[in-house]
């Protein structure tokens, strides 16, 4: 115990990792975090591999966008507040609900998951960082900087205005000669890198990196629901991606994907991007489901009704959502028999749903419920996610889809889904982990204002839309007339949404107060049964002073459940301090299988994210030497970043060296 | 105006009466009557084979639905409040205890959804096609942002156009097949069908059936730009006597009045307008804009903007980009005589 502070670095291949214990303010534990943390100020900031610092970054970022998605929807709604109004121009009012969707849909919704699941996957797996820490921080920088992208030309007046769906050939050259389409489609492919290298680190980490004992039985749900949603991403982003880099190539090469004069199809662009799209609506709810399916139980003092079950039901849900995007074309003229199929498809695709419903409601059932804020959250999920649920199964419904579709009972729809089942979990997960965050609890009073303000203005703003749908009113209208009998339906919604703005409102105020003042939290402030809620709050750089040893489902709750697997060992295990080290395991059953060494804080990720957006923005620039200097100075990056380095060949333990480095 | 045509005129707007439930004569500025009744509102109001069992669907869907909504949210209220034992001797409950609950719940649902994707699929099956051949087809083309209607017939010179108003005779099947000058658009009538898409490059097909004579108001639901909001048609459905008056009219060239001042707006049209519209019978022979041959038999312009008007109709000539803005159509600059002559001249397109 007290000879393991080594000044040389390690550089034997092989060794047994020391088992021992590690409290706060021994020498271990300083070691660790001298080891760890970043270098203060702004080099530490461009730096940082932390999965916590890259999970925040996520998550605040995520939220910035979603505030500017909801003040553009705000906008829309003073338009759409009366029949017609001029306070926008038609170009005004096709730029803002593109950017909206765009916002939500791409910059939202599903990065602020991924910010949860980045600070809370080595947390609750039990691991010192993500698998590889440095793509981690490459995926934020791309994800900032696309954003940045996609963004830049909305001040010019310029901004996509085809719809975020995009349709061609309305997004081609012919009908939108303007940059806006080539910001949107090169902006794609380089947020596309990013999602793609995300997923990458979340399954290699989730088969790689659970401490000893976390069987893949004994992963939270969040777990499994980013885990599902990062394997989907991996199938469905390339075909958006394609069909964006193809759309580009229409409109600047002068090639003929998409244009009908020249055999082009336009149907192609629908397929390819709902055979992406319908997949990521469920990548952008099955982690917020898990949240739920995590947090909810703790609420109620007991674990959660049918894990298994649960479990089985996203990875159903997802492997039925990629049989059902023919349902965002029902209308396009498809046979008949294939819109058969695809509707009975989509009617199924609700039974994994309901599994997950009954399984929220019997754990409530069964418990014994405590009313905080995030229990407020989840319970009103529960209702809203039901309600978006049975909706979509009216949109199943093919002749039903022939009237539905393109009506606001559509938006209704879809609003229902990703706020209910996205937006209140957010908040509420937000809630539940800001103890975690930042060593703080937030305000109870006001955290039970902004849910009632929230809960109320969402069901005053979205249910109308439903109204409005069966009375006949299209989406992406900038105005309607008086004599079409929309006009109270709207006034109400444009309320509703303002009501839901004021709770969002005072969330924030929450935030900020609670950062500033609120109470000092416990390392498990919430008696939460996971393993993130073992550490302090906020946990430290290295995460876990050992890397422990895990029995069941809840390590935290075993001395109240018996679930037959004997107990944890949370305050002895690895000590692993060699340089930045974790413990990689076998990827079903957790056996402790190499020593991982860690890499330390790189400036690479934020270069080699810059280097390709700019090389991205030459190319919307037409600046071809540019671009290609980019492309140099990516490869430079990319080659210091992959130098190989003896210090970072994995370490296999002694009693392992049968199967030789070959993980090396 | 000859005494057959201002009948048909009376005839639509008593029609349009009581399809509407209330009829307040238009004032100048307003564009069109406040309805009680909003006239997409397919939920609640249909006609005809292709759309009535669509209705029916749409109720039956509804209703259960919302059953199933009240029921989950009140297992939902009852498992947040019901009481608690104060003592419980298992504090926390094994974690599978509860699982019959996954099993009813599921169970349930599956065979609800089960039934309800069998009754679709056989809605969908009676709506695919109609009843018997299809007594009239046209093609509908869509353009930024109006709608150019052909009637199609075996003998090809019988064939005629017309923009944005359609008619059909009552009780019959009518095919409509679906095109599009430039970007996708979405044909949709919602009392008398669902909606299909007008997709560049491609024939699309559907079919309409109107149960009772009536104007039934159509609308694109598929996003094509910056007049997406205003591009509505109406299909006016009529007795088979009635509809074949029409017909024989619609194919009919004008012809030409002499009088000094439609003279003179005829010639404003064919330097002015004939670019883009056609009026058979003269030389304008523009194929970008409706075809005006018939103007005023039609109820409304601007593809469904405003009734049609002589006011109206001066409006939308000299301020089409403020009432419908990047539409095709110039706010044309034209003089007071101007006006009076082209208006003057437009008021023959009978």
Wanted: net charge neutral; glycine share 8%; aromatic share 14%.
């Amino acid at each position: 115990m007290t000879d393991v502070v080594q000044s040389s670095p390690d550089l034997k291949l092989s060794r047994i990792p020391e088992v021992g214990t590690s409290p706060i303010g021994s020498t271990a534990e300083i070691r660790l975090s001298e080891l760890w943390e970043s270098a203060p100020g702004w080099r530490g900031w461009l730096s940082t591999v932390d999965h916590k610092e890259i999970g925040l970054r996520y998550l605040v970022t995520a939220f910035i966008f979603l505030l500017m998605g909801g003040v553009e929807a705000l906008i829309m709604r003073l338009q759409l507040a009366r029949p017609d109004q001029t306070l926008l121009t038609p170009e005004q009012y096709n730029q803002l609900f593109t950017m909206h969707g765009m916002t939500m849909i791409f910059l939202y919704s599903l990065p602020v998951l991924s910010g949860f699941s980045n600070y809370l996957w080595p947390l609750m797996l039990g691991s010192r960082d993500m698998a590889f820490p440095r793509l981690n921080a490459l995926s934020y920088w791309i994800f900032l900087f696309a954003g940045i992208f996609l963004y830049a030309s909305f001040p010019l007046g310029e901004a996509p205005n085809a719809g975020w769906f995009n349709y061609v050939p309305f997004a081609g050259l012919e009908y939108n000669t303007g940059p806006n389409i080539d910001v949107y489609a090169l902006g794609m492919v380089l947020l596309g890198i990013s999602t793609t290298v995300g997923a990458i680190n979340f399954i290699v980490t989730l088969f790689r990196m659970r401490a000893p004992g976390m069987s893949i039985d004994r992963v939270p749900i969040l777990v499994w629901g980013t885990l599902t949603a990062s394997v989907a991403n991996i199938f469905a982003v390339p075909s958006v991606s394609l069909a964006f880099f193809l759309l580009w190539l229409d409109r600047q090469i002068g090639t003929h994907f998409f244009d009908v004069v020249n055999g082009g199809k336009p149907l192609l662009w629908q397929h390819l991007f709902w055979m992406f799209g319908h997949p990521w609506v469920y990548a952008v709810v099955l982690p917020a489901m898990g949240i739920v399916s995590d947090a909810l139980p703790t609420f109620c003092r007991r674990p959660l009704v049918g894990y298994s079950a649960v479990a089985l039901s996203t990875m159903a849900t997802m492997l039925l959502g990629f049989g059902v995007w023919i349902h965002h074309m029902f209308a396009a003229g498809l046979p008949t028999l294939a819109l058969s199929f695809f509707g009975a498809a989509s009617m199924v695709i609700s039974i994994p749903s309901a599994v997950a419903v009954f399984s929220w409601i019997a754990t409530i059932w069964l418990g014994r419920p405590v009313f905080n804020t995030p229990f407020l959250f989840f319970a009103g999920f529960v209702i809203l996610f039901v309600i978006g649920g049975l909706s979509g199964v009216m949109t199943a419904a093919v002749p039903l889809d022939f009237q539905l579709n393109e009506t606001y009972f559509i938006v209704a729809h879809l609003h229902y889904v990703l706020l209910g089942i996205n937006v209140f979990p957010v908040i509420g997960g937000i809630y539940y982990w800001f103890p975690k965050f930042f060593g703080r609890m937030m305000n109870e009073t006001l955290g039970k204002w902004s849910f009632w303000v929230m809960f109320i203005g969402f069901n005053l703003g979205f249910f109308p839309m439903h109204l409005a749908g069966l009375l006949g009113m299209p989406r992406r209208i900038y105005t309607y007339a008086p004599h079409m009998g929309w006009s109270t339906v709207n006034m109400v919604t444009s309320v509703g949404s303002f009501v839901f703005a004021a709770g969002i409102l005072i969330f924030l105020v929450n935030f900020f107060i609670s950062l500033k003042r609120g109470a000092p939290a416990s390392s498990n402030p919430w008696d939460a049964p996971t393993l993130e809620w073992a550490m302090p709050s906020p946990p430290p750089a290295y995460n876990f002073a050992v890397i422990p040893f895990v029995a069941s489902r809840h390590p935290l709750w075993e001395d109240r459940l018996d679930e037959g697997a004997g107990r944890s060992s949370l305050e002895q295990g690895y000590l692993l301090m060699e340089g930045r080290e974790t413990i990689g395991t076998t990827p079903l059953d957790a056996k402790p299988d190499i020593i991982l060494k860690m890499p330390d804080d790189s400036y690479t990720p934020f270069f080699l994210g810059l280097f390709s957006s700019l090389a991205f923005t030459g190319l919307l620039l037409h600046w071809p030497g540019f671009t290609l200097l980019m492309a140099l100075a990516c490869s430079l990056s990319l080659m210091v970043w992959m130098w190989p380095r003896k210090d970072l060949v994995q370490r296999v333990p002694d009693n392992k060296q049968d199967k030789g480095a070959a993980h090396g | 105006m000859n005494g057959s045509e201002s009948g048909f005129r009376h005839f639509i707007a008593v029609n349009y009466a009581v399809f509407l439930g209330v009829f307040a004569a238009a004032p100048a500025s307003a564009a069109l009557p406040e309805n009680d009744v909003a006239p997409l509102n397919y939920f609640l109001h249909s006609s005809g084979p292709a759309s009535m069992p669509t209705m029916h669907l749409g109720w039956v869907f509804v209703a259960l639905l919302l059953a199933i909504l009240v029921t989950i949210a009140l297992l939902l209220v009852v498992a947040i409040l019901h009481k608690r034992p104060a003592k419980d001797p298992d504090p926390m409950g094994r974690e599978d205890k509860g699982i019959f609950w996954i099993y009813i719940g599921s169970g349930i649902s599956t065979c609800i959804l089960f039934a309800l994707a069998i009754y679709s699929l056989i809605t969908l099956n009676t709506i695919s096609k109609p009843a018997h051949a299809p007594a009239l087809t046209l093609t509908v083309t869509g353009y930024d942002w109006w709608w150019k209607v052909e009637y199609e017939y075996d003998d090809p010179t019988r064939n005629f156009f017309t923009a944005n108003e359609i008619h059909i005779p009552v009780r019959q099947p009518v095919l409509v097949k679906l095109k599009s000058a430039d970007v996708i658009h979405a044909f949709w009538v919602p009392m008398l069908a669902g909606k299909t898409q007008m997709i560049p490059g491609l024939i699309n097909r559907q079919w309409i059936e109107a149960d009772t004579e009536g104007v039934y108001r159509g609308q694109c639901t598929q996003y094509c730009g910056l007049q997406h909001a205003h591009m509505g048609l109406e299909v006016v459905a009529q007795s088979e006597t009635e509809f074949l008056k029409w017909e024989d009219n619609q194919r009919r060239s004008i012809e030409t009045v002499s009088a000094i001042d439609i003279n003179n707006g005829m010639k404003l049209f064919l330097d002015r307008c004939a670019g883009c519209h056609t009026i058979r019978g003269t030389g304008a022979v523009g194929a970008h804009a409706p075809d005006l041959t018939h103007l005023n038999s039609r109820h409304l312009i601007a593809a469904g903007l405003l009734t049609n008007t002589p006011e109206h109709l001066v409006q939308w000539i000299t301020h089409a980009q403020e009432l419908k803005p990047g539409a095709r159509m110039p706010s044309m600059e034209l003089t007071v005589t101007e006006i009076s002559a082209l208006s003057a001249f437009l008021s023959t397109l009978n």
